[in-house]
């Protein structure tokens, strides 16, 4: 197996005050050579902005059509990251040789809009390329990189056929599945009546499954099929899904769309509003739901955490932001902003010196990792060296 860095060059027009363009950093390239395929596999992984700021495991997605579908995935999951709505996650994009052939259940055709067959000869070697992710990818992954027990799968089309045949015939591969506009009609519906025999089978589900389709009248019958046998009752326990249809998109253009809904029905739960929280028991309580639902030991988000310590402190509980910010160190012991926070919290209990210390370690920090905030860090620790020699 191999590996290299990708890169996305930014082009800009060279003048006399702007630098060389610099290469921004997306990901890796991989390859992985497969027994279960007989072949080698190309796989694009990208890892949290935070990553190397400490020993956190993170959720990870698995994707089809990495080729294609690996940068607006990014993009989706890191916009949604920063706003709080979702954890950072590693994506893996996973590179096509016989797209066909891996994303297909079975041996089938389809039927144009005149009634004419459309042949497949490759089809029907989704469960080879499902041993191939659960058996020889998940290792690969999960011993190079820190990943959370927590996997989420994203498939578009075809993709997002296999995305429900994993679902219906080994739901306990992922946590979560979203299909995209997923190809229901494949050989007489098969995936739409293996739901409605899973459904019946399993009495616990702890799964959510999103489902989304745009402006395809061909699909409109099988995904209604399938909206009801989703909505019939009872369910199993604990299993939650959503079916979208966009009205204003077509087959391609519904992806980022899908993308962005999907993972915000899998992490409903995930956002803790920083003026909701008035403690760290809040915070402790919050997450321990959280974790319960996600089936693993979530860590509270730094940036969330941090965010409600300077919440409380503003209502004048110092002690209790204090322990807030305590909090934040201990689960992100290498991050800069967390001791800076916690600096401002001991300087406004009017502990000085102990302020001074955190505020130095900052710095520290934030020269070291070239944190874009040492420039804040660098202000806080000249203004306590001033205020401290002014008390003298």
């Known amino acids: 197996m191999t590996g290299r860095v990708l890169g996305l060059i ?15 950093q997306i990901g890796e390239q991989l390859t992985v050579r497969s027994t279960v395929l007989g072949e080698e596999r190309t796989i694009f992984v990208r890892t949290p902005r935070h990553y190397g700021e400490g020993a956190v495991k993170y959720p990870v997605l698995y994707l089809t059509d990495g080729d294609a579908q690996f940068l607006n995935m990014v993009a989706t999951v890191e916009f949604l990251a ?13 590179g096509n040789t016989d797209r066909t052939r891996d994303l297909t259940p079975t041996k ?8 004419s067959a459309i042949d497949f000869p490759t089809a029907g070697g989704a469960d080879k390329f499902l041993s191939f992710i659960s058996t020889e ?25 296999f995305a429900m045949h994993a679902f219906t015939t080994k739901p306990d591969t992922f946590n979560a599945y979203i299909a995209v506009a997923p190809s229901l009609a494949w050989d007489k519906n098969l995936v739409v009546r293996r739901t409605a025999d899973l459904l019946r089978e399993r009495r616990d589900l702890q799964k959510t499954l999103v489902v989304t389709l745009g402006d395809e009248p061909d ?20 299993f939650e899904w959503q079916v979208q249809r966009f009205d204003d998109e077509d087959h391609g253009s519904l992806v980022m769309r899908s993308h962005d809904i999907g993972l915000r029905k899998i992490f409903a739960l995930w956002q803790a509003r920083p003026d909701t929280i008035t403690s760290l028991t809040d915070i402790e309580q919050h997450y321990a739901k959280l974790s319960a639902r996600l089936g693993y030991t979530v860590v509270p988000a730094e940036n969330i955490v ?20 305590e909090a934040n160190i201990r689960n992100y012991p290498d991050s800069a902003n967390v001791y800076d926070s916690h600096g401002e919290a001991l300087e406004a209990a009017g502990k000085l010196e102990e302020a001074r210390a955190r505020y130095a370690e900052a710095v520290r920090r934030g020269e070291a990792s070239k944190d874009p905030l040492l420039d804040a860090f660098k202000q806080h620790l000249a203004a306590i060296d001033k205020k401290l020699k002014s008390s003298q």
């Open 108 to 115: 089938a055709s389809m039927t144009r809009m005149d009634g």
């Open 306 to 325: 941090n965010l409600a310590g300077y919440s409380v402190l503003q209502t004048g509980r110092v002690d209790e932001a204090l322990k807030i910010f």
């Open 219 to 238: 699909t409109d019958p099988a995904l209604n099929d399938l909206k009801k046998i989703l909505a019939t009752d009872p369910r199993p326990a604990g």
């Open 137 to 161: 990818l998940f290792p690969f992954i999960e011993g190079r990189y820190r990943a959370a027990p927590f996997r989420v799968f994203a498939g578009h089309s075809f993709g997002g056929l």
């Open 10 to 24: 930014v082009c800009l027009l060279v003048l006399p005050a702007i630098g060389a363009a610099q290469p921004v």
């Open 82 to 94: 920063r706003n709080g709505r979702m954890p950072e996650m590693i994506v893996v994009g996973i």
